[in-house]
């Protein structure tokens, strides 16, 4: 069977005995057109079921579309489907449309993305950016556009970044192992291009070497690229002449990968790790120390400086960097067994 096409603004005007830019008016609410013939053209278009096209609206007016578009790695990452969670939530009460888009850590085609809804008329864009440069936004920045930077700055442009101390939360990590005695720390994560990465791992560096523990770079793994990779890694580091006898997982994923390749090797190491491990079957070897990021407050924060800007706010790019929280559950784990 094939389905009808959609009605449109003629079909509305033919069934309503009308002209075009008639029917137009009267569905737009605007002056000159007879109280009759605007209840007229009203019925037409209910019986017909006719919605008007609010983006090619907006684009013959050249106006926004009241709608934000939110470009992040993935639609499927529980982390990023937190983020965008909080920007929606936020975003509700003023009537204000999430459009969503992956651009899976590519740089093109987060250019792509962002060109094609700056194209829709979108009143800003909430971007957690993918490597690279992204200074190509700033013409449409100087004509108005609201960007807003959230978990990792965008390249080549100042606009109001929200982000976590990352280096902070690794440091404070490592100390919290070294602290437990261990000197062999290994660091697992993912895509070392990515910023969040980087300046975790340099929060790992830094806390190494305050502590006057060499770095071993045989302890280091922070170019895989899926999990899989980094339990084999892990597993090969748990069964050499000089394992590690400690994690640092500057990456939930990482966490898990970390916690498998422990399971499959039958070896219990003290962890850290970012963002929570939630499987329950890893539970079993529950992390010592988990720093939080909290995506759900990250993206309330980028929401909210949306939400100025687009009100009017003027002035600099804003730049706030949260705190990381911290949880314990391995430490409440052994207080369970006591």
Request: hydrophobic fraction near 50%; glycine fraction near 6%.
């Amino acid at each position: 069977m094939t389905p009808r096409s959609r009605p449109t603004l003629a079909d509305v005007a033919a069934l309503a005995g009308v002209s075009l830019k008639t029917a137009s008016r009267a569905l737009n609410a605007e002056y000159g057109v007879a109280p009759a013939t605007a209840e007229r053209v009203h019925e037409a278009a209910d019986r017909l079921g006719f919605r008007p096209n609010q983006i090619a609206r907006a684009l013959a007016s050249r106006q926004s579309t009241a709608a934000v578009g939110l470009v992040i790695p993935s639609l499927s990452d529980s982390f990023m489907a937190a983020v965008a969670a909080a920007v929606e939530t936020n975003l509700a009460p003023r009537d204000l449309q999430l459009i969503s888009a992956s651009h899976v850590d590519d740089a093109s085609r987060q250019r792509r993305i962002t060109h094609a809804l700056v194209e829709r008329r979108v009143d800003a864009l909430v971007i957690v950016s993918a490597p690279g440069d992204a200074s190509y936004l700033q013409t449409d920045i100087d004509h108005g556009l609201v960007v807003v930077a959230v978990d990792r700055p965008l390249a080549g442009i100042d606009v109001d970044t929200v982000t976590l101390d990352n280096q902070a939360g690794a440091r404070l990590a490592v100390e919290e192992l070294v602290a437990a005695g261990h000197r062999r720390i290994a660091a697992v994560g993912f895509d070392a291009r990515l910023w969040t990465m980087s300046e975790r791992y340099e929060g790992y560096v830094v806390a190494l070497a305050a502590a006057g523990i060499p770095l071993d770079e045989s302890l280091v793994c922070m170019s895989r690229t899926d999990a899989v990779e980094i339990q084999a890694a892990v597993v090969d580091m748990l069964r050499s002449a000089e394992p590690p006898t400690a994690v640092c997982a500057i990456q939930f994923r990482a966490g898990r990968a970390a916690i498998r390749a422990m399971l499959e090797v039958g070896v219990t190491l003290d962890l850290a790790v970012f963002d929570e491990v939630a499987d329950p079957d890893l539970l079993v070897i529950p992390p010592l120390m988990v720093v939080e990021s909290d995506p759900m407050r990250l993206g309330a924060a980028a929401a909210a400086m949306t939400l100025e800007r687009l009100d009017g706010l003027q002035g600099p790019a804003r730049n706030v960097v949260m705190p990381p929280l911290f949880e314990y559950p391995g430490a409440a784990s052994a207080a369970a067994l006591a």
